[in-house]
Structures are given as structure tokens and as C-alpha cells.
């Protein structure tokens, strides 16, 4: 089993950056995809971005050239930098965990983490 938490959520005004960070525990997560999702108030959850066991990103167009995920092996922790922050980005963020998902689909993903709220201020 792999236990996901996340955390560096908070109260931002717009145009501005926090990080959040998904520590996984119970095994090394090494060779697993991770990502991160997000979900607003009356909304489906929506994928946001994921980083393959190797290395490699994707993003959802919406925040393109605004995130960035990345991963530290050794500390078995996945991270997600928002910049230009935007009311819209207003969320719960998740962090997931899976294998082999289909990085969209927030079905095919195992492990999530219980969420960490982002709140962006005009």
C-alpha cells in the first residue's frame, strides 16, 4: 500500500506561486507514476499534471507554462510549482499514485492523498 500526503496548500492573491508537496510512504514510489489533480466546489475533479516513473512531465493545457512537477527520488516526494496563480486555479488538490495509469483519468489512478485546499484571491 502507498500512503500519499500532501501538503503546502494555502491563501495566495493572484499572480502569485506556492508549492505543494505529496510525500508518499509504505514503499518507494520510484516506479510509479504520480500525479496531481484538482477539484472546485461543484465541479469533477480534473487532472492538472503527472510526471512518469522517469522522469517525464505532462500538463493539462490550463496550466501550461504556469506548473511544474517534479520529483525527488530520495525523499520519495513528488512536487507541483504554481505560478501566475489565478482565481480560477481555486481548488482541493490531490496527489495520486499508480503504476501504469491513463494519466487523465482520475479512475486509473490507485493511491490518492486527502487533499490540500488552494484558495487564489483577486
Known amino acids: 500500500q502507498v500512503q500519499l500526503v500532501e501538503s503546502g496548500g494555502g491563501l495566495v492573491q493572484a499572480g502569485g506561486s506556492l508549492r505543494l508537496s505529496c510525500a508518499a510512504s509504505g514503499r518507494t514510489v520510484s516506479s510509479y507514476a504520480m500525479g496531481w489533480f484538482r477539484q472546485a466546489p461543484g465541479k469533477e475533479r480534473e487532472f492538472v499534471a503527472a510526471?512518469?516513473?522517469?522522469?517525464?512531465?505532462s500538463y493539462a493545457d490550463s496550466v501550461k507554462g504556469r506548473f511544474t512537477i517534479f520529483r525527488d527520488y530520495a525523499k520519495n516526494t513528488v512536487y507541483l510549482q504554481m505560478s501566475s496563480l489565478r482565481v480560477e486555479d481555486t481548488a482541493v488538490y490531490y496527489c495520486a499514485a499508480d503504476r501504469s495509469p491513463t494519466t487523465v483519468r482520475s479512475d486509473t489512478w490507485a493511491y490518492w492523498g486527502q487533499g490540500t485546499q488552494v484558495t487564489v484571491s483577486s
Open positions: 510526471i512518469s516513473w522517469s522522469g517525464g512531465p
